[in-house]
């Protein structure tokens, strides 16, 4: 069973540009989850997504950033205009569906660092 | 606001050495989990516990979850090098909506020299 796979692993990108971060869950999964990282920082919440449904986006900022997951593919979390300010560690998690404990836990990806220059 | 609050928030300490480290809330969750995440991966689940005083071991790990539920610690018996890492704990809880929201803390960053 595949584990959750995040690519890029690595994106550089120059101020103004674009950044597409992908996520590809656990098979059997259908919440995610997205997370920002800055060096020697814990993990901030961005959002939380359901198949075609975004549960929780309190903690994504109100301009430039949005996030989906559709029906078939990846969740995409997209990342507009981008500012050097926005280079950081992304992760995406998964959990699995259900209403016990385990229904809860969640399965990180390796995470994408983006750069920007 | 929850807050999850740990510390210490950096440990240093030898290999073969004993260590604690604590997860504290004002707030009462659901269950609490625990994660480890080492430098360039992703965070790795280790143990979520559920009940009230419950203890939970994982070889030289043992995880307890505070009778309220509002805290927990880790202890590692025994450190080695492969146990350096970032702790990060995370206590569930359901917000108005009923849907259910994960609390995180900052982490401890422990280094275990050989």
């Known amino acids: 069973n595949a584990g959750v796979m995040q690519n890029p692993r690595h994106l550089v990108r120059r101020r103004g540009q674009e950044a597409r971060l992908r996520c590809s869950p656990m098979?059997?999964?259908?919440?995610v989850y997205w997370y920002r990282q800055l060096p020697e920082e814990g993990l901030k919440f961005m959002v939380y997504l359901q198949k075609e449904n975004i549960i929780d986006e309190s903690g994504m900022p109100k301009e430039r950033f949005s996030a989906e997951f559709p029906k078939e593919g990846p969740s995409i979390l997209r990342i507009q205009q981008v500012v050097r300010g926005d280079s950081a560690a992304y992760f995406c998690?998964?959990?699995?569906?259900?209403?016990?404990?385990?229904?809860?836990?969640?399965?990180f990806g390796p995470g994408t660092r983006l750069t920007v220059t | 606001t929850q807050l999850l609050e740990q510390s210490p928030q950096f440990l240093s300490i030898q290999e073969g050495e004993n260590l604690t480290v604590y997860c504290n809330s004002s707030?009462?969750?659901?269950?609490l989990q625990w994660y480890r995440q080492e430098p360039g991966e992703g965070p790795v689940l280790l143990v979520t516990?559920?009940?009230g005083g419950e203890v939970k071991k994982l070889k030289r790990l043992t995880f307890q979850f505070g009778d309220a539920r509002k805290d927990s610690s880790l202890h590692i018996t025994a450190a080695q090098p492969g146990d350096t890492g970032l702790y990060l704990c995370?206590?569930?809880?359901?917000?108005?909506?009923?849907?259910?929201?994960?609390?995180w803390g900052l982490g401890t960053s422990l280094a275990v020299n050989p």
């Open positions: 516990v559920v009940t």
């Open positions: 098979k059997g999964h259908s919440h």
């Open positions: 707030s009462v969750f659901s269950s």
């Open positions: 995370a206590g569930i809880s359901f917000n108005a909506g009923n849907n259910r929201k994960l609390i």
């Open positions: 998690a998964s959990s699995p569906v259900g209403t016990g404990r385990r229904a809860y836990e969640q399965y």
